[in-house]
């Protein structure tokens, strides 16, 4: 009986020692939309996820983690491979100002400071209003779908990272939804 005892709370002191047990992996995709607009076809995103131990001792150590959103609009053909009618990308750049202490998105040129993890966070986890096709490449005669990705981007990592990742660093999500005839998401 005594056996069973230790051994049942070896188990337990070992899974609560193990490295990203805590914290959900993956990303959740909770809420995805768009909206045909004058300038073009809109998209809005918003994620749900949390950096593992792995992936926020890196970035205090100096590395900084490229969060990429991908969104491609394809139109069905029934005689051919689908069309792509528009492709667009975004990367986000995370990183960790030890000299101001201070968390940085950065995204194209444009640059902002965060004093938490979690407002930085809040940054990564969704965009509103992003313009991802021209006018002039969706028309409403044909039949269109969405291809769209948000992941944590390894290879972007140092390569000594890279080999032998742990799982904390896989945070990637992949949907697909066709569109109603007013460009709506189904």
């Not at 990429?68 to 069309?83: I, K, M, P």
């Not at 990742?165 to 992949?174: I, K, M, Y």
Request: with cysteine.
């Amino acid at each position: 009986m005594f056996a069973r005892i230790a051994i049942v709370a070896f188990l337990a002191a070992l899974l609560a020692l193990c490295p990203g047990g805590v914290r959900a992996e993956g990303v959740e995709l909770a809420q995805l939309a768009t909206r045909k607009a004058e300038d073009g076809l809109e998209l809005s995103f918003t994620t749900r996820f949390e950096l593992s131990r792995a992936a926020e001792d890196a970035l205090h150590k100096g590395v900084p983690l490229y969060f990429v959103a991908e969104a491609t609009v394809l139109r069905n053909r029934w005689y051919w491979r689908d069309a792509r009618a528009a492709h667009a990308e975004r990367t986000w750049r995370l990183a960790w100002q030890s000299l101001t202490r201070q968390y940085r998105v950065s995204t194209g040129g444009l640059h902002q400071s965060f004093a938490t993890l979690d407002e930085a966070l809040t940054v990564l986890r969704g965009q509103s209003a992003w313009r991802i096709a021209e006018p002039k490449d969706i028309d409403d005669g044909g039949s269109y779908y969405l291809e769209f990705s948000y992941k944590l981007d390894v290879t972007q990592l140092p390569r000594p990272m890279q080999i032998g990742l742990q799982s904390g660093f896989a945070l990637s999500t992949e949907h697909k939804r066709t569109f109603a005839p007013d460009f709506s998401l189904k």
